[in-house]
């Protein structure tokens, strides 16, 4: 994830092909992104750019759609937030897909659901509401048959969550975190102490120094010139010609 947007260096070298050529616009590639996308929720690999090309196949292929498929990529787009990888895709789905309870076909309303019920999730996670992230996604059963495809789906999400909590604080109260990674005793002291590598001490969970969280003065100098500053104060009282 720390690669540029185009590039994942774990990417099959057939996908780069398609990807660095016209065939991206094939619509007899659409299978073989499909299968690429099985591979990355199979594999708990991510690969943004080559679901973002199938989402547009998708757009100007509609029968060549798959919800499932498209519900599995905003699944995985969900698990590497706080990107804009989630608003992307949606940007790329067809409008009856965001609209609430349409009036159509059961397969339309099943995606247009799905699509609905995954927005929910997003906006809860750019809210860094995490607790009402996982009451959320345990209220309704439909949430989990969306993540099922998706290997390691909320071991994912506990990573991503901690990521974002180590960038913002160095010291938590333990029952916090305890909410907002949704594990409690030995879950929870096993995966902050083993996966995090933070220290709970107490009922605190310290987070070591890292870049982002280090409290940093900063002193910013403007270096304006003397002759630049007068400048500016003589044309203020000119006249215009």
């Known amino acids: 994830m720390g690669n540029s947007f185009d590039h994942v260096q774990d990417r099959p070298d057939n996908i780069e092909v398609i990807l660095n050529g016209l065939d991206r616009y094939n619509p007899e590639t659409t299978t073989v992104f499909q299968d690429y996308v099985n591979h990355q929720c199979e594999n708990r690999t991510y690969d943004c750019y080559a679901n973002l090309a199938l989402l547009k196949l998708y757009q100007f292929n509609p029968h060549l759609t798959r919800d499932e498929t498209t519900t599995n990529i905003l699944v995985?787009?969900?698990?590497?937030?706080?990107?804009?990888d989630f608003s992307l895709c949606l940007s790329l789905l067809p409008p009856y897909s965001l609209i609430a309870n349409p009036s159509s076909s059961r397969g339309t309303s099943d995606l247009s659901e799905a699509v609905q019920k995954l927005t929910v999730l997003?906006?809860?996670?750019?809210?860094?509401?995490?607790?009402?992230?996982?009451?959320?996604?345990?209220?309704?059963?439909l949430y989990a048959d969306l993540v099922a495809d998706v290997s390691g789906f909320e071991e994912l999400m506990r990573v991503r969550i901690a990521i974002n909590v180590s960038q913002a604080v160095r010291e938590i109260q333990r029952s916090v975190l305890e909410s907002w990674l949704n594990l409690r005793g030995k879950e929870f002291e096993r995966f902050v102490g083993e996966i995090c590598q933070w220290v709970v001490d107490g009922q605190t969970v310290k987070v070591p120094l890292n870049k982002e969280n280090e409290a940093k003065g900063t002193v910013v100098r403007e270096n304006v010139k003397f002759d630049q500053f007068s400048r500016l104060v003589r044309r203020a009282y000119e006249q215009p010609a």
């Open 76 to 84: 995985k787009a969900l698990t590497v937030f706080p990107t804009p």
């Open 122 to 141: 997003n906006t809860l996670l750019s809210q860094a509401d995490y607790a009402s992230f996982w009451a959320t996604l345990d209220s309704d059963d």
